[in-house]
Nanobody, 121 residues
């Protein structure tokens, strides 16, 4: 499956963004989807995941209450809603697809190219 992430940009602290990840090539609804991020000079980390039918979601403790994940299988797209952004949320954000619901980077074998989120203080 091919993944194309978009929606990143520069936002002030406290602001909001919506990231989108459009999938093509295979049956989108067969895959659990995840969002990960990689701040400059740091390891890639889990942000959020959603099951194939959208019934189960999980978000990292660092973003709980601020970020939500959703998907629309009719348009083959997964979203990450970022609210109350902080400077420490600045990173390259990646979407990824997995055969099963997981918070682990190693479970995902299809990755998008990343979209940059920058947060000014």
């Amino acid at each position: 499956v091919q993944l194309q992430a978009s929606g990143g940009g520069l936002v002030q602290a406290g602001g909001s963004l919506r990231l989108s990840c459009a999938a093509s090539g295979r049956t989108f609804r067969d895959y659990a989807m995840g969002w990960f991020r990689q701040p400059p000079g740091k390891e890639r980390e889990f942000v959020a995941a959603i099951s194939q039918n959208g019934a189960t979601t999980s978000v990292a403790d660092s973003v709980k209450g601020r970020f939500t994940i959703s998907r629309d299988n009719a348009v083959n797209t997964v979203y990450l809603h970022l609210n109350s952004l902080k400077p420490e949320d600045a990173a390259l954000y990646f979407c990824a697809a997995s055969a099963g619901f997981s918070r682990s980077t190693s479970a995902y074998y299809y990755w998008g190219q990343g979209t940059q989120v920058t947060v000014s203080s």
